[in-house]
């Protein structure tokens, strides 16, 4: 999936707008989970020290994915109703990245690297387990 577009969006509330520009970003993410079947990843964030800064993490599986998006009637009432409430200050700051992998790094099953083969992890418990109950 080396085609992957990532874009990275920051966007600042207007002063005191920050949870009803919070309840407006989980409407959207729901309107994008519903009609963008080629958006992988669609996430805003919230700054844990400027409760009025958010930050857009998402991914979509090539051009066609993100072009869908760009002209979504959703996208366009958020921006619309995000505008006409006055919910942000300034204009959104925006980065593209295109993947240079086919893929992301792998799960590890057991958690950390190395987790798998340490005695007394659960994984070395399971497999233990599963083992003697095949006799």
């Given at each position: 999936m ?14 005191g707008?920050g ?13 994008v ?19 009025d ?30 505008e ?10 925006v ?33 233990w ?7």
């Amino acid at each position: 999936m080396a085609d992957v577009l990532t874009v990275v969006a920051k966007i600042r509330a207007a002063k005191g707008k920050g949870d009803a520009l919070a309840a407006l970003l989980k409407e959207q993410v729901a309107a994008v989970r519903r009609a963008e079947p080629g958006c992988l990843v669609y996430r805003p964030h919230r700054s844990t020290k400027d409760p009025d800064l958010f930050i857009f993490y998402e991914q979509y599986k090539d051009d066609a994915a993100f072009d869908l998006h760009r002209k979504a009637p959703h996208l366009a009432a958020y921006r619309e109703r995000r505008e006409k409430e006055g919910l942000t200050e300034g204009p959104a700051e925006v980065e593209i990245y295109r993947s240079i992998t086919d893929e992301a790094c792998p799960r590890r099953r057991g958690g950390a690297p190395g987790a798998a083969t340490r005695p007394g992890t659960r994984a070395v418990r399971d497999r233990w387990a599963w083992s003697t109950a095949r006799g």
